[in-house]
């Protein structure tokens, strides 16, 4: 009785398939019949599959494989991953979602039912774990150090009381810190899938720290400019760039996936490159060199230093060189094989201090940026403690020829320290030392001095206009006020100096 009633089972999905495919049992001998039509078709397999007769639907699925259009391939590599699970095979499902993702990534799909006699095996637990969105403590707190490393950039960017080259360098140091991080957390939470062009969005800054470093140290401590012949500290930062570019950023999404899918399946983290050995050993190296450079020149230049500013440098060199410590450790790690750990989250956490360092002293101390030293000199004894590098103070003294020799600032009768200093970008303390130690002159004398030579060259031109009129247009409320201040510059009244302007 069950015979029959399977034989019963045999002729209707045999006239189904007759139906469903528009032919006759005219049309084929019967075994080439039964053959093509049952043994080879997918609709065949999936009637196994639905019955829980994996094994007669594996080696179906797998003869229609290459044969398959895209979207039909889709259809039977997950089938087959579902089969291979049914039987308990995890390696052969695990291999067969990876074909799958390579196609059409929906990580969800690993959340089916139909993986759980094999959801806890080593090989599942490490695919789901690598490609399904977490959150942990780590990723939490990456994130926001980096959203916080953003802004003490911008903060430090758009302080114009910080050396603009000073300030361009930290800022640029601490971006590439803030980057890195933000990274890792993208790679911890396994978004990088998700987001596969943030794949390795970081690696190409991975030889700057050290230059940067350097060169900000150098700039705040000898108040060297940069030169052209420093671009040799960027060459392998741009040799980088372009390998990058190459090999990694000109890829589509899916490209990248498959990348990263390529090296999980080698039991690599996806997140990391493919030559992260090589870039590894060369970082290493150059964050040892630069960091002794820095040494020397801490070393060297620390007398004329403010104890704070040296104190704020001392500790950031400090923190940088535990970096340096623990990434040569990290690095023998790497090459071990291993990629998680404590030694994985050690220099992350130091690069989140640095950030953080950083960001505390923007806020409670920006003037050590500028290297703050101690000034000796003796006709100007107000200014032996100065925030005002002498780098600083070149770069003001230029700006400050701009707002008065071009923009004529001057000639606002409302003209005052606290006007100059906002014009500069600096405080009032800083404005009246600049003019004071470049100009030997009071503010007063500094204004005066430019309204009188403006108007001396109005009385030559106009000869014929009011004298009152220039007064007011040079920047003088009254004309007894600039009578005098004229009197005191030319020993002539602006009547006298009109008169022998006119007799010349």
């Not at 990058?244 to 490159?273: C, H, W």
């Not at 707002?403 to 001057?410: A, E, P, T």
């Amino acid at each position: 009785m069950r015979q029959f009633f399977k034989n019963i089972v045999l002729v209707l999905l045999l006239l189904y398939v007759i139906c469903l495919h528009g032919n006759t049992p005219n049309a084929i001998n019967g075994k080439e019949f039964y053959n093509l039509t049952f043994q080879d078709s997918i609709e065949w397999a999936d009637y196994y599959f639905n019955i829980h007769r994996y094994e007669k639907a594996i080696p179906i699925y797998e003869k229609n494989l290459e044969e398959s259009d895209v979207q039909q391939k889709v259809h039977t590599l997950k089938k087959l991953s579902l089969s291979e699970a049914a039987i308990h095979k995890p390696e052969e499902s695990v291999a067969y979602i990876y074909d799958y993702f390579r196609i059409e990534f929906h990580p969800n799909f690993l959340s089916h039912e139909g993986f759980d006699e094999i959801r806890e095996t080593k090989e599942f637990t490490k695919l789901s774990g690598a490609v399904l969105p977490k959150i942990s403590a780590w990723s939490i707190l990456y994130f926001f150090v980096s959203i916080i490393g953003f802004y003490v950039m911008f903060v430090l960017l758009f302080n114009k009381s910080i050396d603009l080259q000073a300030r361009v360098l930290i800022s640029l140091f601490v971006f590439i810190h803030s980057l890195f991080i933000l990274n890792i957390c993208v790679n911890n939470t396994n978004y990088v899938f998700e987001f596969p062009h943030t794949y390795l969005m970081s690696t190409w800054s991975s030889f700057l720290y050290g230059p940067l470093l350097f060169l900000y140290f150098r700039r705040v401590s000898k108040s060297s400019e940069l030169k052209f012949s420093d671009l040799w500290h960027f060459f392998p930062t741009l040799g980088l760039v372009i390998y990058m570019i190459f090999y990694v950023y000109a890829f589509t999404g899916p490209e990248k996936i498959d990348q990263m899918l390529d090296r999980l399946q080698q039991g690599l983290n996806p997140g990391d490159s493919t030559k992260l050995t090589l870039m590894v050993v060369i970082k290493a190296i150059s964050l040892a060199v630069y960091a002794y450079f820095v040494h020397l020149i801490i070393t060297k230049n620390k007398k004329g230093l403010e104890k704070k500013t040296r104190i704020w440098q001392k500790n950031m060199y400090g923190i940088h060189v535990s970096y340096v410590v623990i990434y040569l450790v990290y690095g023998l790690y790497i090459i071990a094989g291993k990629n998680s750990g404590v030694l994985f989250h050690a220099p992350i956490v130091l690069m989140s201090t640095m950030v953080l360092y950083i960001g505390y002293a923007a806020n409670v101390q920006p003037n050590v940026f500028s290297g703050q030293y101690a000034y000796t000199n003796p006709l100007f004894p107000k200014y032996v403690k100065s925030g005002l590098t002498e780098s600083l103070s070149l770069e003001l003294k230029e700006s400050l020829h701009q707002i008065f020799h071009k923009d004529k600032l001057y000639r606002r009768n409302d003209i005052s320290l606290d006007l100059v200093a906002e014009k500069l970008g600096t405080t009032r303390h800083n404005a009246s030392q600049l003019i004071n130690e470049h100009f030997n002159m009071s503010f007063h004398e500094f204004v005066n001095h430019y309204r009188i030579n403006d108007a001396k060259e109005l009385l030559k031109k106009e000869k014929e206009r009011n004298i009152i009129d220039i007064a007011y247009e040079v920047g003088y409320n009254n004309k007894v006020s600039f009578n005098k201040a004229f009197k005191k510059d030319t020993n002539l009244t602006p009547s006298q100096y009109l008169i022998n302007t006119k007799t010349r």
